[in-house]
């Protein structure tokens, strides 16, 4: 039972334009939401956080939309630049502390 | 500050052996957690340990994997009889008690032990 789900598993763009991720969750007791990045041989690391109660949140380059109503997010990085390279997890938590995954999405910002 | 220690980062065993697994949380985290990446999948949660204390292990399989968190020393997570199929990275990650009761408990990982099972 995947209660989170990337649909891309990878997404190609171009240098200095937007990216999207997107993600979707069935569980409607998730009340906060996060988005990892990953190199290869590295652990995830955290980007950017939103709570249920926010539809926004934006840090520097990193902006996370989140629609209650359709059980999605979504990530915008802009502009992409070739360091953006990478795989990235949507994640889901409450009810518990605990993180539920989905399967990532792997980005690549051509030159 | 070291971050998230995992080791080791590479482990070879042969079908039926142990396969044990370290992990120490960052300087002030007492929350634990373990998951793990099979080949081309996403993270699948195993367990959630406090200090002595399994808090949550719906993740784990039934058999062969077990893990702990003592009071003193690194949680340790070990499958006994390995076999094929726990080939895979295996990810720890930390969290503070302050962060569990922020309203979004920020994980943060280590760089993963990859286990592979000949």
């Known amino acids: 039972d995947q209660q989170v789900k990337q649909n891309s598993p990878s997404l190609s763009v171009q240098e200095g334009r937007i990216s999207i991720l997107n993600c979707d969750y069935t569980n409607s007791m998730f009340d906060y939401f996060l988005w990892y990045k990953k190199y290869p041989a590295e652990g995830p690391t955290f980007l950017i956080s939103?709570?249920?109660?926010?539809d926004k949140n934006e840090d520097g380059r990193f902006t996370v939309f989140l629609n209650k109503s359709a059980k999605h997010l979504s990530l915008h990085i802009v502009p992409s630049q070739p360091g953006d390279s990478a795989v990235y997890f949507c994640a889901a938590g409450g009810g518990g502390n605990k993180l539920t995954f989905g399967t990532g999405t792997q980005l690549k910002v051509e030159l | 500050n070291a971050g998230v220690m995992q080791n080791p980062r590479h482990l070879v065993r042969r079908r039926g052996q142990e396969a044990r697994l370290r992990c120490s949380p960052m300087?002030?985290?007492?929350?634990v957690y373990w998951y793990r990446q099979l080949p081309e999948e996403g993270l699948k949660f195993m367990v959630y340990?406090?200090?002595?204390?399994?808090?949550?292990e719906s993740g784990m399989p039934k058999e062969r994997f077990s893990a702990e968190f003592p009071k003193e020393g690194p949680s340790i997570l070990r499958i006994q009889q390995v076999v094929r199929g726990d080939s895979a990275a295996y990810f720890c990650?930390?969290?503070?008690?302050?962060?569990?009761?922020?309203?979004?408990?920020?994980?943060?990982f280590g760089a993963g032990s990859r286990l592979t099972v000949l």
């Open positions: 300087k002030g985290h007492s929350h």
């Open positions: 990650a930390s969290s503070s008690p302050s962060g569990v009761s922020s309203g979004a408990n920020v994980l943060t």
């Open positions: 340990l406090q200090k002595e204390n399994i808090i949550d």
């Open positions: 939103i709570s249920s109660i926010k």
